[in-house]
C-alpha cells in the first residue's frame, strides 16, 4: 500500500532524532553557576534536541576566553540543558549512560558505579527546569539544577565520557555537536 506524499513526509520527519540551531544567540543570559565555573563565560553554540519531532531540551555550551575547540577535552566548559518536557532523573541517568557506551568502552563495575552516581545528581526535571554540567578538565564534572549544586563525580573518565555525549566525534546527534562546536575539525 502506497504512503500518500503528505503523510510520509510527515512519518519521516517525526521518525529521526535531531538537532537544530536556534536563534536564541543574543539573548542568552549567563546563568550564575557558568560565571562561577568559568572565567569570562561565553556562549559558543546552541541546538535544540528533538526526539522523534517531540522537543526534549535545548542545549548550549559555555566556554572559556581561552577555549580552543582543538584542545577540547583539556577545557573548561559547560553544558547548560533547559527542559521542554517532564523527564525522571533516573530515566536521564539511564539514558546518559547508554549514550556514553556508545562513545567509550566501560566495564561492567564502572558503569554500575557511574550510573549511582548520575542518580543521585539527576533529579526529575520539568518543563523550563536546566540541567548544566560544568566540565574540569582531569578532575570532575560538576552538576547544578537551576543553578543550585546537586554535586560533583570527581572521575576523570565518567568527565570525559559525559561530556563526549554530545561532543565526541563519535555523537549520537552529530548535528547537534555541529551547532555548539562549530564545523568539526
Not at 561492567?108 to 533529579?123: G, I, S
Not at 548544566?132 to 564534572?141: D, E, F, I, L, N
Amino acid at each position: 500500500m502506497a504512503i500518500a506524499p503528505t503523510t510520509w513526509t510527515r512519518r519521516r520527519a517525526l521518525a529521526g532524532l535531531g538537532a537544530v540551531p536556534f536563534a536564541a544567540a543574543a539573548t542568552a543570559a549567563v546563568p550564575p553557576e557558568v560565571t562561577d565555573e568559568l572565567a569570562a563565560p561565553r556562549l559558543h553554540g546552541q541546538a535544540r534536541f528533538r526526539y522523534y519531532g517531540v522537543h526534549v531540551y535545548d542545549i548550549r555550551l559555555w566556554v572559556g576566553a581561552a577555549f580552543r575547540r582543538e584542545a577540547l577535552d583539556e577545557m573548561p566548559l559547560a553544558l547548560e540543558l533547559e527542559y521542554a518536557r517532564r523527564l525522571d532523573g533516573a530515566a536521564i541517568a539511564e539514558r546518559s549512560l547508554a549514550e556514553m557506551q556508545r562513545t567509550v568502552r566501560i566495564a561492567p563495575e564502572q558503569a554500575d558505579r557511574w550510573l549511582e552516581a548520575m542518580r543521585r545528581v539527576f533529579p526529575d526535571v520539568g518543563r523550563g527546569d536546566r540541567l548544566t554540567g560544568s566540565h574540569r578538565p582531569g578532575q570532575a564534572a560538576r552538576f547544578f539544577h537551576n543553578g543550585r549544586s546537586r554535586g560533583e563525580v570527581n572521575d576523570a573518565a565518567f568527565a570525559h565520557a559525559f561530556f563526549g555525549i554530545w561532543l565526541a566525534p563519535t555523537s549520537s546527534a552529530p548535528e547537534l555537536r555541529r551547532a555548539l562546536l562549530g564545523a568539526t575539525p
